[in-house]
């Protein structure tokens, strides 16, 4: 049960499976702002093209009472089909694909190789003077890959944002 | 082939105009409150070759809106409406807004420039769907004649169920031209691809309740607008369940008529303007039933005073209402009416006893708050005391029984009407709760009116109010609407005034209503009566007058100017530091900027 007085802030990453029309994305993001939660991260796309399902996945962080309301809120929306909370369900993978741009010569190359092959990041474009690299991982690797490539020659970063899935057998359905 | 299909085939003689109308009837829409313009041309033209369903032509569109509010709370029925693309559609917002907040099922139809257009800043062009997002309980832009039907019917379907609420159906002009295949409605029990509100409550949470509430020895019922939105049945379950226990029970603004106001366990309204019982009850309470309550701030005060010692159940059909601003310990998602049922079964079938003792003891204590008569007045002199105004407007309409309905704009006059009419049943009191609009109550009591022809019905106003929408006058002329206007004349927005004078040194900035127009004369340009009382003893001959005209009357009560509404618990306080009157107003001194800060 939420306390109001709890005002410990925790993060939770919130599954939701909506249909895919028209407007449904501005509906949440509008949710968001107009009732001043936070989004960190926010992704979405069809899942099932037959059955027109879209999933988003949303990491957000509040108080307790705050995330119950977060989750009611998305669940009353129309075109919702089902709300899960990753984080309370259980054991739950998180990833994130993100493009990295490190532009450099000499030595600033070679270290840049080294890291990225430490994170398991692909390169996936060069010239003579820059490098893309593709990693997924969660949010704290990238971000620890990112803070490594600043003094090396971090020129550009396009990440995904999160999306998330519970380990095991049981699967999410509208 | 199925039935359907042939239906399909067979209506594609009809425009998109044609079947917006027939779903409609199909839906059971007999009013709509509307005006017209480019955009929905076509409908208005569909309207004029049929017989079945009633177009009343407002003044402004926000009037519109209010009007099917007061239609559809009276009536329990969704209320409909149709204006135009651009500024139809944002002269609608605040009442959607409204309807929204005091969740009342309206479906609204706006017209929009056609499908090839939007986007291009096209003439009256408004992102309606946009606009109205936040503005409603759902919105459809309807791209594809094929959708039309099934659109429509889904409409009125997310209105009226779950938790009441307006919906917006945008409506491109092509759309309502081009032909378009006739869909039935889909039968009730099918359900919803994604939209499936909870109504039949979890059992294992009623008997937690009824073990709750039989163990309580301070216990109050707490009830509320979902209350009055889940039919006059419920209202008549709840009195039941409230009998039966003997408990005390309170309503909110909105549930105002959901118990019986003359009956004897009913302590008054609760909140910032509540009686001193209600308040110190809920306040002291050990076992609080929430029914269709929202623990909004009008009501809970300073949150982290409310009712301290208490074990709270609540009952709501919005899981999202649940645990918003109170933690609650027993919640239970469902109707209010199938909730009460429910508990009355779970009562009888324990055989549950209310411990008498220890209720005895309570009703004791609030006996000796009520002794305090918080609502007292003293009428003395000529001058009229706005309180009085009521009570007398109250007692000749008891008097008289005629079924009268009460709206109100919003103010003190608001607040002095919960308190001195008593509403004995439901669907008699249309006010706008949680938005607090001015302009509310002239347009919902033509609404009011129009859904009750031989009914009594009396606008209770303020001055600077009646003017945001005096121009539905018009309209009840047109219509013959014999809607009274009762409008406390204070000439101040007092309940302005009354936080200028309590809260910011008396610096009455801005809140003198200036320039007033004549009243009585107004009324008569618009082909209604003016009447008018300035001293005590023309009051109940005015009253008594205004209610024999069988016309739109306006009612000019010129009361006392400086008049405060009290009870009153201060923004930011809680409710045992509640201000009884004048004289005590140096309990307001210690409002810290913390409540000063909150509306
Ligand atoms: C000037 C001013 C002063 C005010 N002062 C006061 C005051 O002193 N006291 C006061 O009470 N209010 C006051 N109000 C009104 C206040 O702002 C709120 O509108 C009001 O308190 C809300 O009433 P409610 O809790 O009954 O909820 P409502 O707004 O009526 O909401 C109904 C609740 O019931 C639920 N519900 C809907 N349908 C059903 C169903 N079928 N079954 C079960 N649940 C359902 C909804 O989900 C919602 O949670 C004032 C307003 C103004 C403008
Ligand atoms: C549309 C709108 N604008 C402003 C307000 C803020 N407001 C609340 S009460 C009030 C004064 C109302 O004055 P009046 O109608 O004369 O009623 P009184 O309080 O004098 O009874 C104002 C301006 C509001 N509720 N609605
Ligand atoms: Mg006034």
Redesign the pocket.
Known sequence: MPDPTDNNMRAATIAVLVENEAGVLARVIGLFSGRGYNIESLTVAAVDETRRISRITIVTTGTEMVIEQIKAQLDRLVPVHKVSDLTMEGAHLTRELALIKVVGRGEHRVEALRLADAFRARVVDATTESFVFEMTGNADKIDAFCALMRPIGLAEVSRTGAVAMLRGATGLTA | MSATQHADAAALTMSGAEVVLRALKDQGVEVIFGYPGGAVLPIYDALFQQNAIRHILVRHEQAAVHAAEGYARSTGKVGCVLVTSGPGATNAV?GLVDALMDSIPIVCLTGQVPTHLIGNDAFQEADTTGITRPATKHNYLVKKSADLARVVHEAFHVARSGRPGPVVIDLPKDILINKAPYQEAPPADQPHRSYRPQVEPDMAQIRKAVALLKAAKKPIVYAGGGVINAGPEASRLLTDFVRMTGFPCTNTLMGLGAYPASDPQFVGMLGMHGTYEANLAMHGCDVMLNIGARFDDRVTGKLSHFSPGSKKIHCDIDPSSINKNVKVDVPIVGDAGRILAALIAAWKDDAAQPDREALAAWWRQIDAWRAKDCLRYVQKGSIIK?QHAVKRLFEITQELGKETFITT??????M?AAQYFGFDKPNRWMTSGGL????YGLPAAMGVQIAHPDALVIDI??????L?NIQEMSTLAQYRLPVKVFI???E???????WQELLHGGRYSE?Y?AALPDFVKLAESFHGVGLRATSADDLDRVIREMIAIDRPVIADICVDQKENCFPMIPSGAAHNEMILGPGQEGGVAGVTDEGKVLV
């Open positions: 605040t706005p704009e919003v103010g003190q006059h608001q002095w607090g609009t001015m302009g106003a303020g001055e600077a109010s009646i945001m406390l004349n204070n101040y927005m007092g309940m302005v005034r009354q809140s209503s």
